[in-house]
């Protein structure tokens, strides 16, 4: 685990036990000159440096790049799961170790780590729970959020009677469950097969929309990001670092439709192009 | 068949094929033995390979069977397996306080040992290295500690508590290495998604880590259970306790040769007394069932 102390002002708040109010001006992330080294048995290993990023609000901002180019462990240290060590995170003008206290955000990643003892409803409830919501209005959220993944009829089963598209499904609820403004995502659909992986891509771009709230998602599928993100932040590994922002402008139309027009293909290939780092040339073009 | 049956059908069969062998052989044995290398004229030479058959060294399953409903001891006294239920149902007791203590103080040193590594480096040895000093040797020292205990303070210091925790001190090793192994078995995603909740370590071992150590915990539970009745029967042995099933077992161990089926009363207690133990085990898993999906029905 990493430092508890590597803000000031988490202490404090923890000790009164009031989530500090969020700037409603401030962007959902914002990140200035982020960077993470391990100490590994040859030396320093730089993981990530000079991160540099900025995301509104509602906002949908995909993470891609290789193996190795540090977009999981950017997305750790956003949730606070690990410390950086330099730079500033700050998510909705707040210290990221005071808006993982405060549950400013959710998350979700590969695997769906649902606890297998718990029912479906009692898995969406563990983070409510957690934050001592009292049991009626956490019954009255899973109902909500049951729907909204189009799960209802089974909120009294068990994880291991899902299938792994209906398990992410799962912890995607489970994501939104105390309403974050920022969805925090490690390639949640990494693990599916192709049908099941459109199907949700198209749902989580609905459920997105619906809730207002702004999207940080890694993946390694370029067609992925492009039809989710506004924006796809294009990454590089040795050191890992940002080395294109790709801005994908497809509107709130997130349909099937729009995997087959011309400009959702332009916007693939302009992130396959910045991750290349040339231009791809064509057959039979000069 | 269904499972059950099929289950029940195993269990006659095994003790049934138990009876057979001991029936066949001492039907078809020698009934002096087999001893060789011995010097004529010399008593007790030699070295006995195979055990004597007559009815003094091996009675009939049926005699044995038919001495648990004859007086205990003669006379007007109670069946002997009115005695050996009395006898057992003490030791079992003892047995049971002496799990507890185990298991509270098992899962103390586990929790303890996972949460601070540190602690692990210290204490694990010596947790082990406790188990290997002789039950035989150690027991009259736990007892004789209680007694000076109760002088000092003035009170009498029982002996079924020198055995108790006699037996506790068999029990506690298998509880602090499951609950040791136990709590540091959920997967590390699980782990950060309640860091990512703000979780602290009360609530994350509350709604993680013990949920999740219940598969280990159950067979830890079942061997301190094992355990803690092996402990039990000893200590009573060793210290000298009445009214347990050890001693029963002794006294009349005393006096087979004058009467060989009525020991085989208390062996039939003890062992009804460790399968009642490790069925009880059982019982809490079977509440605990939730706990263990994915896992084997066992």
Not at chain 2, 238 to 264: E, V
Request: aromatic share 6%; glycine share 12%; charged share 15%.
């Amino acid at each position: 685990m990493s430092t508890e102390s590597t803000t000031g002002s988490g202490a404090t708040t923890r000790a009164t036990g009031v989530p500090s109010a969020a700037d409603p001006a401030a962007p959902a992330l914002r990140a200035t000159g982020v960077g993470k080294s391990f100490t590994a048995r040859k030396g320093e290993v730089v993981a990530l440096t000079g991160v540099e990023l900025e995301v509104a609000p509602g906002e949908f901002v995909s993470l891609i790049g290789p193996s190795g180019c540090g977009k999981s462990t950017l997305l750790r240290l956003i949730a606070d799961l690990d410390a950086p060590t330099s730079g500033e995170l700050t998510i909705f003008g707040k210290p990221a170790h005071q808006a993982r206290l405060d549950q400013d955000y959710g998350i979700a990643f590969q695997q769906a780590g649902l606890l297998p003892w718990r029912s479906v409803g009692a898995n969406i409830a563990l983070p409510l729970e957690l934050h001592g919501v009292e049991r009626a209005a956490r019954a009255a959220r899973v109902a909500e959020l049951a729907e909204l993944v189009g799960l209802t009829e089974f909120v009294d089963r068990h994880p291991d009677e899902l299938s792994g598209g209906m398990q992410q499904r799962v912890a995607i609820a489970r994501s939104l469950a105390a309403k974050p403004r920022l969805l925090l995502m490690d390639e949640p659909f990494g693990a599916l097969d192709e049908m099941t992986r459109e199907y949700l891509q198209s749902e989580l771009a609905r459920i997105a929309a619906e809730t207002g709230a702004a999207v940080v998602f890694v993946t390694h599928s370029i067609p992925e990001a492009v039809f989710l993100s506004d924006r796809v932040v294009v990454m590089s590994p040795r050191p890992g670092r940002i080395t294109d922002v790709v801005a994908t402008p497809l509107g709130a139309r997130r349909d099937d439709g729009l995997r087959e027009s011309p400009e959702y293909y332009a916007h693939v290939t302009a992130v396959r192009e910045a991750l290349h780092g040339t231009p791809t040339h064509r057959p039979g073009e000069p | 068949m269904s499972r059950r049956t099929s289950a029940i059908l195993w269990g006659v069969l095994g003790v049934l094929a138990v009876v057979l062998l001991w029936e066949g052989y001492k039907a078809l044995g020698p009934a002096e033995g087999v001893v060789i290398g011995a010097v004529p004229g010399e008593a007790g030479s030699g070295v006995l390979i195979l055990p004597r058959t007559h009815d003094r060294a091996m009675p009939h399953v049926w005699d044995m069977v038919a001495r648990l409903f004859a007086p205990t001891s003669g006379g007007s006294t109670p069946p002997l397996w009115v005695s050996v239920l009395g006898a057992a149902g003490l030791t079992l007791g003892i047995a049971a306080v002496g799990w507890v203590i185990g298991v509270v103080v098992g899962g103390v040193l586990g929790a303890l040992m996972q949460r601070w590594r540190l602690l692990e480096w210290g204490l694990l040895p010596w947790i082990v290295v406790s188990q290997t000093v002789p039950l035989i040797a150690f027991a009259p020292i736990v007892n004789s500690m209680g007694l000076q205990l109760g002088r000092g303070g003035g009170f009498e210091w029982p002996q079924w508590v020198s055995v108790a925790v006699i037996a506790s001190y068999l029990a506690f090793f298998p509880v602090a290495i499951g609950v040791l192994r136990g709590l540091a078995a959920p997967d590390r995603i699980h782990l950060d998604l309640l860091r990512s909740y703000a979780a602290g370590y009360g609530a994350t071992l509350w709604r993680l880590r013990l949920p999740a150590a219940v598969p280990y915990l159950l067979p830890a539970l079942r061997l301190a259970a094992a355990n803690a009745v092996v402990g039990a029967v000893v200590a009573e042995v060793s210290i000298g306790m009445r009214g347990g099933i050890g001693r029963m077992l002794l006294q009349l161990a005393g006096q087979a040769s004058a009467d060989p089926a009525a020991p085989w009363g208390p062996t039939f207690g003890a062992i009804a007394l460790g399968l009642v133990a490790a069925g009880s085990v059982a019982l809490l898993g079977l509440g605990l069932r939730r706990y263990r999906r994915g896992e084997a029905t066992a």
